[in-house]
């Protein structure tokens, strides 16, 4: 009995199934394996990489948010540290601003 070869071309062995029985694509299949963890491994550093994008960019807003609110606050207490503001907190206490210039102590 003779068994008859059919030329069958690659893409339809493989839409068939029939790559899997040949015996060169068994000693491949570890090779696969690797081909397919290695790509699982690629999509998910590519979405982790993704979130730490994302997670920066929320961060450096949230940065310039407490910078403006820091600029802000830093103008508010310069009004509050004014001498005419100082002035007129202790002027409620009878307390008022010297006229005369103060002067140096020597030993």
Known sequence: MTIKQRNISPFSSILKGEFITNQISRD??????LIVFLALINIKSSFNA???????INLEREVADLR???I?????????????????????LGLKTSIL????IER
């Open 28 to 33: 491949l299949i570890p090779l696969l394996i």
């Open 50 to 56: 993704e979130n730490l994008l994302k997670k920066s």
């Open 68 to 70: 403006l609110t820091y």
């Open 72 to 92: 802000t606050s830093k103008s508010d207490l310069m009004i509050l540290y004014r001498r005419s503001n100082f002035e007129n907190v202790v002027k409620d």
């Open 101 to 104: 210039p103060p002067e140096i």
